[in-house]
Structures are given as C-alpha cells and as structure tokens.
Nanobody, 121 residues
Framework: QMKLVESGGDSVQAGGSLRLSCSAS?????MGWFRQAPGKEREGVAS????????KYADFAKGRFTISQDNAKRSVYLQMNSLNPEDTATYYC?????????????????WGQGTQVTVSS
C-alpha cells in the first residue's frame, strides 16, 4: 500500500522560505503538491513526473516555488520562496502511477496526511 510522508511545514514570516519534502513507500510515475486553506477547496501547486519531466505550476507558484524530485529516493520537494500570508494552508503530497496525472486531484489516488504551512505578516 502506497504511503506518502510529508515534512518541512512550519510557521514563517512573510518573505521567508520553506522547503517541503515528501517520500513515497512505493514507486510512482508522478508526484505533486496540493494545498488547502481553511474554507477553501484543495488546489494544485506543482507537479512533476519521476523522470523529471512534465513540470507544471499553478499561476500563483510560478517564479516563487520550485518542484524537484529524486527518483532514487522516491521523493519530491517543493522549495517555496517569497512566501506571503495567502500561502498559509495545509500542503499535501500526491502521487499517481500515470505520467502527467499529478497535475489534477481528479487523477491522483495517493495522498499524504499533509503538512501545515503558516505565513504571518
């Protein structure tokens, strides 16, 4: 059974940076990050295929966030810079066994428990 474990969430000041990590217990073809703020729907942040291709970002993430992966470690990372209070949310790692599937929550069968990111002004 696939298990995804996230780490790296924290409380930071606006303008700060965080690096989220996620490790998978089994193989996948893509991994990604989603987030959900209180009272809002879950939204995609970034996704990547395990071969390093097919990288996609949400508009709010472009230029500030960078997704990367280490296939040997079955891990995905999200470097988040220039954080602002609107980035406050629970961030979820996702994985699927289909290339390109991790850009949409509709196509993701595997989810982590989430890690909290809080950005204060």
């Amino acid at each position: 059974q696939m298990k995804l474990v996230e780490s790296g969430g924290d409380s930071v000041q606006a303008g700060g940076s965080l690096r989220l990590s996620c490790s998978a217990s089994q193989y996948s073809y893509c991994m990604g990050w989603f987030r959900q703020a209180p009272g809002k729907e879950r939204e995609g942040v970034a996704s990547i295929d395990v071969n390093g291709g097919n990288i996609k970002y949400a508009d709010f993430a472009k230029g500030r966030f960078t997704i990367s992966q280490d296939n040997a470690k079955r891990s995905v990372y999200l470097q988040m810079n220039s954080l602002n209070p609107e980035d406050t949310a629970t961030y979820y790692c996702a994985a699927a066994r289909k290339y390109g599937a991790c850009a949409s929550s509709d196509h993701v069968p595997y989810w982590g428990q989430g890690t909290q990111v809080t950005v204060s002004s």
